[in-house]
């Protein structure tokens, strides 16, 4: 599975799970740190959480297994690492103090309007 198919396979699983404002960044011109960044909203801390699982039952579904987690006893931000993907699941008022969409603005936006549900 490559990068771009996991980051899709992450989208799906948090759109499953009616995740909000799912966007994904194609940062690999910009950094280092990985390929994608797959950034959520959860509109509470128990739909963070739960997004959060989706993300890594489907993937691990998928043989591609998590390599580190932080901020799953945080009520506001989870962050699953998948070395080429990092997936962070952020609760509203987490997400705007963070602003990661605008940190990772130089990166590439990739289009989701055929994967996402309506």
Known sequence: MT????AIAAVKAIDG?????????KISDIS?????MVIATGSSSTHVKALADEVEYRLDEA?????????YRSNSWILLDYVDVIVHVFSEEAREFYDLDRLWQDGTPVDLSAILVD
């Open 3 to 6: 990068s771009y198919d996991t």
């Open 17 to 25: 799970k009616k995740g909000l404002n799912i966007q994904a960044i």
């Open 32 to 36: 280092v740190l990985a390929d994608y």
């Open 63 to 71: 043989g591609v297994s998590v390599s580190h987690i932080e901020g």
